[in-house]
C-alpha cells in the first residue's frame, strides 16, 4: 500500500473512535457513510437500515469509495450498538488500515 491518507471517526456514544488508513483520500465518503448513519439512528430509524446504505453507497463513482462509505456508514453504528452492549468499555481509540 501506498503511503495512505488517513480518516476519523470520532468517539460517539461512549464508544471509542476509530482512525483508518485508505490507499486514496476517501475521507468524503467515510464521512457521508457515518453522516447517513447518524441521520438513520436519530430519527426514529425510518426505512430498512440495509436499503438506505445501499442506495446511497451505490451513488458514488469509485469502488473504494464505496467501501469508505460502508466501513464509515457501519462504524457509526456498530459505535452506537456497542454502546448498548458495553458502557464500560475505555475511550481509547483504535486504529486499522485498510
Known amino acids: 500500500m501506498s503511503k495512505g491518507v488517513k480518516t476519523c471517526l470520532p468517539p ?23 453522516k447517513l448513519a447518524q441521520s438513520w439512528l436519530d430519527n426514529a430509524r425510518t426505512g430498512w437500515l440495509w436499503a438506505v446504505m445501499i442506495a446511497e453507497r451505490d451513488l ?28 464500560s468499555h475505555s475511550e481509547k481509540s483504535l486504529s486499522l488500515m485498510l
Open 60 to 87: 458514488l463513482p469509485r469502488a473504494i469509495e464505496r467501501r469508505a462509505f460502508e466501513v464509515g456508514f457501519l462504524s457509526r453504528v456498530h459505535q452506537r450498538i456497542g454502546t448498548q452492549r458495553c458502557r
Open 12 to 34: 460517539h456514544d461512549g464508544h471509542p473512535g476509530v482512525e483508518i488508513t485508505w490507499a486514496s483520500d476517501c475521507s468524503e465518503a467515510f464521512n457521508q457513510g457515518a
